[in-house]
């Protein structure tokens, strides 16, 4: 008996954003290196680079995150 089961589909209304491809997928197509999400609607995930850059911006300079106070480098 397998430990883990491999899932093939994703479910509807589970919103992924390829990395790969570039493009929104409804339930994981791609494998997971190669994608965002899961995300609760098909905009979001559309948006999902985006996103990543605010986040990314906001622990750059979250100095729990950064022990040079935010500085570029």
Do not use: S
């Amino acid at each position: 008996m397998a430990l883990f089961k491999r899932r093939i589909a994703g479910q509807a209304g589970e919103w992924y954003y390829c990395l790969k491809h570039g493009t929104v997928e409804e339930g994981p197509e791609c494998r997971a290196a190669d994608r965002l999400g899961p995300y609760e609607t098909r905009e979001a995930a559309a948006h999902a680079m985006d996103t990543a850059r605010e986040r990314e911006a906001e622990w750059r300079e979250d100095p729990r995150w950064n022990d040079d106070g935010g500085a570029d480098r």
